[in-house]
């Protein structure tokens, strides 16, 4: 695994576009596929960018699976997404302004870690990639003794984030909308002598 900077932003902005090109939540979002193409990769850019200068921004070596965790104190650009979306109103579904307003609402307001994005590229699912990515992240998130939140957006995926230590909180549904799943870990006391990016391996 390891850290991304600004000079990797298009290319793993790329591989989540391409991650969640099937997801139940994103593409309910964005059904069009010229206005995914378009709008997605704005969305990973507010929702996830903070990521980049905080160097919690994690990937495979070949950035096929690629991860972007928020550390407390840096939160999604919400405003700067409302900015970028406008003028599109008319593109997203009748229920979506609830629904979001719903997944504002569940976010914890206590310190955290949040994982707005982690995706793998289908081309190279099967091969342990989100798992590794995993459990670099939750190193990191150990060893700075922070609980971590995250908003599973496809069912089938819960079981994988279960795994790790994440426990799910009342879902959110809307209308039309599919299920999203918010998921909280607890504070972990991480294990003596782990460096907080101990990426290398």
Not at 41 to 47: E, F, G, L, R
Not at 83 to 91: I, K, M, N, R, S
Not at 154 to 183: T, W
Request: with cysteine; net charge negative; hydrophobic share 50%.
């Amino acid at each position: 695994m390891q850290k991304l900077d600004e000079s990797t932003r298009e290319a793993a902005a790329a591989t989540l576009v391409t991650a969640f090109a099937a997801d139940p939540v994103a593409r309910w979002t964005l059904p069009d596929p010229l206005l995914y193409l378009r709008l997605f990769p704005q969305t990973v850019a507010h929702m996830g960018g903070g990521a980049f200068a905080a160097g919690s921004a994690l990937a495979s070596a070949d950035l096929r699976s690629v991860a972007l965790w928020l550390p407390p104190g840096v939160g999604p650009d919400m405003e700067g997404l409302a900015q970028a979306l406008a003028g599109e109103a008319l593109a997203f579904p009748e229920d979506a302004p609830a629904f979001f307003a719903g997944m504002i609402a569940a976010h914890p307001q206590e310190p955290h870690w949040y994982l707005p994005f982690i995706g793998v590229d289908p081309a190279a699912q099967g091969r342990g990639l989100g798992s590794a990515l995993m459990e670099a992240a939750l190193r990191m998130v150990d060893a700075d003794g922070q609980p971590a939140y995250l908003e599973c957006t496809n069912p089938r995926n819960v079981p994988f984030y279960e795994r790790f230590g994440f426990r799910a909180l009342e879902a959110i549904k809307v209308g039309s909308s599919p299920v999203l799943q918010p998921m909280w870990r607890p504070a972990r006391a991480s294990s003596p002598g782990r460096a907080a990016f101990a990426l290398a391996e």
